[in-house]
């Protein structure tokens, strides 16, 4: 069974500043792995995603998240944190299976980002 | 483009009372559609799973059933609510033509069963 880790849950960073949320993945074959963002009380955003290819790939908001089979992890990453981007970020993965096994994903317990001014 | 509705946004409901949530998808058709639910402090499990009408799937034992009338619309319901059934409850649709589209989740309904 395909698992995921998020083993920061919460993360203050001032604004301004660099930030790398981390995602570690289970499965046996490459999955298809996301990056959700959760404002509070609000459904899930589509941050970005990854399917094959280039394993360096370019979301909304400036975000980005690198693949690294030998890893097993998909981290997201931005240069530069603006008090918006203050929020739950989620990361999820899902076989790469047509059908009914897609949208099954598998999520991370999540990392609370804050930002201080 | 497509667009997904959820409601209530919130509902605070004793326990013993019935429950049913709400969800349509809008301009796409056969899609596949998902509930989830966020316990407070915790990740989103899956509960259910249609895809198509009249077809559910349970993912985990609980006091919930879900159902598909209509292509668009599904439902989450319970006939006697539990304390344990608070939580954040949160629809999504995927493109079932399409094996590399996104999931696309609505805003949400909180549930706080008193």
């Known amino acids: 069974a395909q698992s995921v880790t998020q083993p920061d849950i919460h993360i203050t960073v001032s604004e301004g500043a660099s930030l790398e949320l981390r995602c570690n993945y289970s499965y046996g074959a490459t999955p298809y792995l996301f990056w959700y963002v959760q404002s509070p009380g609000q459904g899930l955003q589509l941050l970005l995603k990854y399917f094959s290819g280039d394993t360096l790939v370019q979301g909304i908001k400036g975000f980005e998240a690198e693949f690294k089979r030998s890893q097993s992890s998909f981290n997201l990453r931005k240069p530069s944190v603006h008090w918006s981007d203050a929020a739950e970020y989620f990361c999820?993965?899902?076989?790469?299976?047509?059908?009914?096994?897609?949208?099954?994903?598998?999520f991370g317990q999540g990392t609370i980002l804050t930002v201080h001014p | 483009s497509q667009t997904i509705h959820q409601w209530p946004a919130t509902l605070v409901q004793p326990v013993g009372s019935p429950l049913s949530l709400e969800c349509t998808v809008e301009?796409?058709?056969?899609?596949?559609l998902y509930w989830y639910r966020q316990a407070a402090g915790r990740g989103l499990q899956l509960l259910f799973y249609s895809v198509g009408i009249g077809q559910i799937s349970s993912e985990v034992p609980q006091n919930l059933s879900a159902s598909r009338p209509q292509d668009r619309q599904f439902i989450l319901s319970s006939k006697k609510l539990l304390l344990s059934d608070s939580g954040f409850y949160l629809c999504a649709w995927v493109r079932s033509s399409s094996y590399n589209s996104p999931l696309h989740f609505g805003n949400g309904t909180r549930l706080t069963v008193t």
């Open positions: 301009g796409t058709s056969n899609p596949n």
């Open positions: 999820a993965v899902g076989a790469p299976a047509g059908g009914t096994s897609y949208g099954k994903l598998t």
